[in-house]
């Protein structure tokens, strides 16, 4: 049997505070938020020790291995331990003094794996390294190599190998439920950051015995936000069927308008039946059906619901609260199960204050719709050619000397493409024939520029990775380096993971996860065609580690502001408004490298200067930290191999 095919065995990491307990309540272990979560869901989605251990397998060939749980302790004020605190995800710092404790019941924890490790900070252990790259909760498959990060993304994966048949419409329609990384779905960001923050915000004000945190008596805006959402009709691949199924009159009754059937309101108004219909199915947080998106927020929402008055609440969450009810029904038990018995709901004993609807705004629409924030990129109002001429006449008012990208010499590191095996050929990941020549071109100038600045032993990390092009070449010309691979979409990693297996290099570790879950020590970090936003958190990445980067940047007109970052990114270019920034990297992707003169050369000049002040930018941002001894823009070489083909080096200091 093959390493493909062989059954792995899965650790799965949470971490617990290390306290001194009350030797009556031995099995109540203090722990962090997303532990506590974590294992709530993973109750309710059957797992047991059964569905967790391999001798209960009557097919090797599944591929299930044994699933276990290593508890690992960390201290509330942060001491020094074996454990990489850095790892630790620190999503409220700016709120929380210290951090909250949850209780679970340990001894039913138990039941849930084929093995429970609990980690004593008496104990000498050294996590492995790659392990401790992670943020927690976090994945381990030693035999591959992999480290998953990020509550969804661990969840799904459990799920999907552990738990039972009858459990996997927990993930949804083509198992999509929660697949987008928070970094660019709202509703995934809502589920793992957002809400959690609300959380560990009310719990941080009933530790320090106040009635809010903010000053007032409303409710956390992420709980308004989540109301409105159950407001909105729901969005299903078979909304028709099910209405077709349930036979379910929309209002008071039919007729037939225009050769269609329609239904018509208490005032008489028309309405579309569907629509009418999918008014009525947001049941569940996703829509009519009970998915891990409920698994997540229950016991969140547990956690706090003491706080409020049910009739405040009903008055203020009509819908939130016919949800939290009717998961209730399904889940409650699982969640009594895990919880300890001092987060009871009679266990804290508060003053219930009455509160009230926020003050600040809150959008009428779900949480699959953009954040209000976030502008559509391919919005016409950036590619106005007056807006544009602001823009620039701005960056120029600003003095600001604009670098010109110089081609990039990799001859002298030219590959020979023959003579490499196959699978590190990135014919050998399938790609598509007709685009190997520029994707060969494209890993020469990257190769070229990591090769001239890696030393022996080093660790280099090929961010947003795909299916591994670049970082399988550096691993095999660079032998003597280790080289992770960080790669949100599974199905993508998984392919590396394949193509590194066969090859049987010994020197790649895979991470699936966001990149800020990632955390580990790295020497030079890569990137080829980061999306948008994605290039300068792995600018951002680097520059946190001190180390030097090559990055070749994409999708100029998706740049966002998000939860990790903003633009401009250098004080050079603080004059510059984010709207006219905007309007800079809309014109970046205006052209497409085919310009056959006249018009269209004059506008494929104006977007490689339109990349060139972006990627200005990025470069003094870097050098503004001085960490870097130069910061170099480059082109890749021949211009020909992509559009765009701008390449960032940053040299770190010695």
């Known amino acids: 049997m093959d390493n493909n095919s062989a059954p792995a065995d899965v650790e799965l990491y949470l971490q617990y505070y290390d306290l001194k307990r009350d030797p009556a309540e031995k099995d109540l272990l203090p722990v962090p938020l997303f532990s506590l979560v974590t294992l709530c869901a993973l109750k309710q989605a059957g797992l047991t020790k059964e569905t967790t251990s391999s001798r209960h397998f009557t097919q090797p060939s599944s591929g299930k291995g044994n699933l276990t749980i290593k508890l690992i302790p960390i201290h509330p004020i942060h001491e020094e331990n074996h454990v990489d605190l850095a790892a630790e995800p620190k999503p409220d710092q700016e709120f929380l003094q210290k951090p909250n404790e949850y209780f679970i019941n340990l001894e039913n924890v138990r039941q849930l794996f084929h093995d429970c490790v609990l980690l004593q900070k008496a104990q000498s252990f050294e996590l492995e390294p790659q392990v401790a790259a992670c943020v927690f909760p976090a994945v381990f498959v030693p035999q591959q190599n992999l480290c998953i990060t990020g509550l969804c993304s661990l969840l799904r994966y459990i799920v999907g190998k552990f738990c039972p048949e009858t459990h996997q419409t927990l993930l949804g329609h083509q198992n ?12 995934t960001k809502f589920c793992e950051i957002d809400l959690p923050r609300a959380i560990e915000r009310e719990k941080q004000a009933t530790a320090e015995g106040s009635g809010d945190v903010e000053s007032s008596n409303e409710i956390p805006y992420e709980l308004a936000q989540f109301e409105i959402h159950l407001r909105q009709p ?27 059937n329609v239904s018509v309101d208490k005032n008489g108004r028309e309405v579309d039946p569907i629509l009418a219909f999918a008014k009525t199915q947001h049941l569940y947080a996703e829509g009519p059906d009970f998915l891990l998106s409920d698994l997540i927020l229950y016991p969140l929402y547990s956690l706090i619901m003491h706080r409020f008055s049910k009739e405040n609440m009903m008055n203020l969450l009509p819908k939130t609260m016919l949800w939290y009810d009717r ?19 009679d266990g804290l ?4 204050i009455t509160r009230t609807w926020p003050k600040n705004d809150v959008p009428d629409q779900s949480l699959y719709k ?19 001429d602001r823009a620039m006449s701005l960056v120029k008012e600003a003095k ?5 990208a110089m081609p990039f010499d990799y001859t002298s590191a030219k590959i020979d493409w023959n003579a490499l095996p196959e699978l590190v050929h990135p014919l050998g990941g399938q790609l598509p024939p007709e685009r190997l020549d520029k994707k060969c071109q494209q890993l020469e100038n990257l190769t070229a520029a990591v090769k ?15 299916g591994g092009h670049l970082a399988i070449v550096l691993a095999y010309l660079l032998p003597e380096a280790i080289v992770y691979l960080v790669e949100n979409k599974q199905e993508s990693l998984m392919r590396a993971v394949h193509r590194v297996q066969s090859l049987g290099l010994s020197n790649c570790r895979f991470y699936q996860g966001n990149m800020d879950y990632f955390k580990g020590r790295f020497d030079i970090g890569v990137s080829l065609h980061a999306c948008g936003v994605a290039t300068d958190l792995v600018i951002q990445a680097c520059i946190r580690n001190g180390a030097s980067f090559v990055s070749c940047p994409c999708c100029y007109g998706s740049l966002q502001k998000c939860h990790m970052l903003s633009y401009p990114r250098s004080n050079l270019f603080a004059p510059i408004d984010f709207k006219d920034y905007l309007v800079l990297g809309h014109t970046a992707d205006q052209w497409h490298g085919s310009s056959n003169g006249g018009k269209c050369q ?9 990349m060139n002040i972006i990627d200005t930018d990025r470069a003094t941002m870097a050098l503004e930290t001085g960490r870097y001894s130069r910061v170099e823009l480059c082109q890749l070489f021949p211009p020909s191999c992509t559009p765009k083909n701008n390449l960032i080096i940053g040299y770190r200091k010695e």
């Open 370 to 388: 953009n954040d209000k924030n976030r502008i559509n990129p391919a919005s016409r109002l950036f590619t106005k050619q007056p807006d544009i």
């Open 327 to 345: 998961v209730s029904s399904l889940y409650k038990k699982s969640c009594e199960e895990i919880i300890g018995q001092k987060l009871s709901l």
């Open 234 to 260: 729901v969005k299903i691949h078979n909304i028709r069927k099910r209405m077709q199924q349930e036979q379910q009159a929309s209002s008071s009754s039919e007729n037939e308008t225009n050769g269609r």
């Open 349 to 352: 004993r508060i003053q219930v």
């Open 602 to 610: 004059e506008k494929e000049a104006q977007g490689r200067f339109a």
């Open 176 to 187: 999509n439920c929660l697949s987008a990384p928070a970094e660019v779905s709202t509703w």
């Open 452 to 466: 001239a600045m890696a030393r022996p032993g080093q660790v280099i990390v090929d961010f947003c990775s795909g």
């Open 400 to 404: 600001i000397e604009v670098l010109q």
